[in-house]
């Protein structure tokens, strides 16, 4: 409970927060009857509120002796938080009945999760409130005609806690100074490690029998006392809170190990004992390694949040919103349903709408994935956070904010985030055991030896302590994956999260999304014919001079667009015949959803799709348009070049299937695993780029939206999903998946929210990173059976006091040492590979 709360302690320690009250600020106030003592006028409150609620059982939560931080700051203008259009930015539903997540400053334990819950479910119109203290992050659902938003911030503060609306980028701020604080520790930690060396140095080479003798122990004694209580106090909070939750996790036997360890050496260093020896490097080194791991176990957790702030950066937050015929730019806040805005060329698209005037072709790759530009024209949807292209466009708003696509695609992320499970490997399920074991073992130990010699039997149960320190076990899993993961961040494969190598190790199926991923992600010409010639990208042989005089006339015109299909006109202009006469385009016309026209040398030269060779008239091709249908069956588009009033070529374009994906399907296959290609493209050209890659299943037509969905039913099926992909849309799939793995060439927000990157975007690094996998959990298992040998060996003599603990701080790192070389044995896995 809250230390000791009674009149002796006063004015010493604040009856509230535990800490020190200074003798001039000692303000006294009457509470359940006696008077207390108190720091500052905000504990005072705070403390009042508490008991005038009835909530006076929070102080029996706390923890003993433990300082609860003093009430911070309430934040002004609450009153703007009831404003609608604040909500919104936060609140999903504006109705009656409304939720919202609030970052929540001053938790730090369960006892202020029970007085947060308990306060704000006795508020009228308060139908709901969790907290997650691993989060700091307060979940309430109210009636907003039964109470205020203001109103429940209000009364968190009178309780002793700040609350904002929960936002990304101020979630990362706070973690950002919890892994600070955490480094700090480590720093610390590491600090004494170093200066304890030269002490363990000058003990171990003999100065532990001269006169130096106690002065060394001392010395000792200075360097590991600061350390265990600030660098170790992470653990023993973790370990108290474990025992008061009635489980025993890996900090308890960490806090124990540190502790026996740390009393013993005190012991021997206050009774000037010629028998023991000191450890407190053992302490020292012992924190620092678990720190270390700590430390990575939350980069990863900020770079979670981060991958959702990357989403926010894609909305825009302005928008020309036109009133009364007139631009003004207005924050996209203000932006209504119903009001038009007006979007520019090379413009993100603030809102989703649809076209009520102009017309342009949009980039939609951000949001589909899909390379290709998609023509938009009045009555068509368009979508927040895509690029207009070309003509100015007016947008009649449908929604904005979290109301968009992307607003659901952010909503995804971070559903799939907090649904994620975390990891529960076999080391911490062996640990509660391992460690009641331990302390009956010590236990034994000591009442066996107790009889014949105090001495003895302290010795023998703080060697079978130290022998059984969870080292070994703490270890196991860390070890491998640090090795598993700085050697495949050699070989171009970027682990994010450690763990994530063991879940990857068990999956069954592999979903492939297909533009960028098993394809190139841009348009390229991969065929040319006209009535005299072909060419194809596999040809070794020059193109014919008719097909370079074709497609010379062809980039006269094409280069003034900016069209998908025109770049690649353009790039395979630069490769072939950037050394010929440029031809003069001129009277340039862009047909959106048709094709482009205009004139070169003196003829009318159109270049686009059948419909508008019928518009124009053109002479068809019997040899073009047989060439066509056969492209169509192979899932390859193509488009069609009019001279002068007759069509004398076709072009064939597709996002290329990139050269070692075929390799890489049938590998996976050989090994087992079911394969699905996912792809928002008609079934029929989904099914040939499948065929074409060696077979696999496929589900085509996929909206953004619903890639998250089918990853899902395949969770649902009983399937381990690892998902590939790259672009935006792929963002709630990859998080959403047992294992998210994104190409390097994919966006920024595709790799914040996976698991894993392939660095070189080489698709025989997904292969390479199943065998990592797979070996680092073979790897891990043998490390937690190489311990339980040490603890079967090692454990019995310790017991019969064949084991002092200074033999037994020697022989513990043994363990540690072989779970370190087993662990290097993984870089075998890459013999042979070059590396990144």
Known sequence: MQANHSEEDSPEACFHCNLPVPPKEDIVAEID??????????????????????????????????????????????????????????VDDLGEEREIHLLIEGIHCAACVWLIEHTLNAEAGVTSAQVNLSGKRLHVKWHNSAISLSRIIKRLGQIG???????????????????????????????????????????????????????????????????????????????????????LGMDLPIAIGASITYLYSVYVTVTGSLIGEVYYDTVVNFLFVILVGRYLEAISKRQAVAA?????????????????????????????????????????????????????????????GESQAVNKKEGD???????????????????????????????????????????QCLADQIVPWFVAVTLLLATTTFLFWVDNSFEVALLAATSVLIITCPCAFGLATPMSIAVASGLGAKYGILVKNGEVLETLSSINHVVFDKTGTLTEGGMSVVGIYTEEAEWGVNQTTPPAESVVELMQKAFAIERFSEHPTAQAVTSWYQAFASGTTRLKGSEFKY?????????????????????????????????????????GEQGVGSFYIGIDGRQVGLVAVEDRIRPDARELISDLKAEGLHLTLLSGDRQQAAEAIAHRLGGMDVIAEVLPEQKDQVVQRLQEQGQRVAMVGDGVNDAPALVRADVGIAMG?????????????????????????????????????????????????????AMAAFVTPLVAAISMPLSSLAVIGNSARIRTLFKGVRAQ
């Not at 109301?403 to 990891?423: F, M, W, Y």
């Open 33 to 90: 009857g006696e008077p207390q003592h108190f720091c500052c006028l905000g504990c005072k409150a705070v403390c009042e509120a508490i008991y005038a609620a009835g909530l006076d059982g929070f102080y029996l939560r706390t923890p003993e002796d433990g300082c609860l931080a003093p009430p911070p700051e309430i934040p002004k203008e609450l009153a703007l938080y009831d404003l609608d259009e604040v909500q919104e930015e936060f």
């Open 161 to 247: 806690y700040a609350a904002v609306p929960y936002d990304p980028e101020i979630a990362e701020g706070s973690l950002k100074k919890q892994n600070r604080n955490l480094l700090y520790r480590m720093a610390f930690a590491a600090f004494g490690m170093m200066n304890l060396l030269w002490v363990s140095i000058a003990l171990y080479s003999g100065a532990n029998e001269g006169e130096f003798r106690s002065l060394f122990h001392w010395i000792g004694f200075a360097l590991a006392t600061p350390v265990l209580l600030y660098s170790g106090y992470p653990f023993y909070r973790g370990a108290w809170s474990g025992l008061r939750n009635l489980h």
């Open 308 to 368: 959702t702030q990357r989403l926010l950066d894609l909305q825009p937050r302005v928008a020309t919103c036109l009133v009364d015929g007139e631009e003004k730019i207005v924050p996209i806040r203000a932006v209504g349903t119903d009001d038009t805005v007006m979007v520019k060329p090379g413009e993100r698209i603030p809102v989703d709408g649809v076209v009520t005037n102009g017309h342009s072709s949009v980039d939609e790759a951000m949001l589909t």
């Open 381 to 423: 949807i368009v979508s927040a956070g895509t690029i207009n292209a070309h003509g100015v466009l007016q947008v009649k708003v449908t929604g904005s904010l979290k109301n968009t696509a992307l607003g659901r695609i952010i909503r995804l992320v971070e559903e799939a985030q907090g649904s994620k499970a975390p990891i």
């Open 591 to 631: 047909r959106p959803g048709l094709g482009v026209s205009g004139i070169v040398a003196d003829q009318q030269l159109c270049a686009g799709n059948s419909v508008m060779m019928g518009n124009e008239g053109l002479a068809r091709s019997d040899r073009l348009e047989q060439f066509a249908r056969q492209l």
């Open 745 to 797: 060439s994919g966006t920024d927000v595709s790799i914040a929210s996976a698991d894993i990157v392939l660095m070189s975007s080489e698709l025989e690094k997904v292969r390479l990173a199943i065998g990592l996998s797979r070996r680092t959990l073979l790897t891990i298992r043998q490390n937690i059976g190489i311990s339980i040998v040490y603890n079967i060996i090692m454990v019995p003599l």
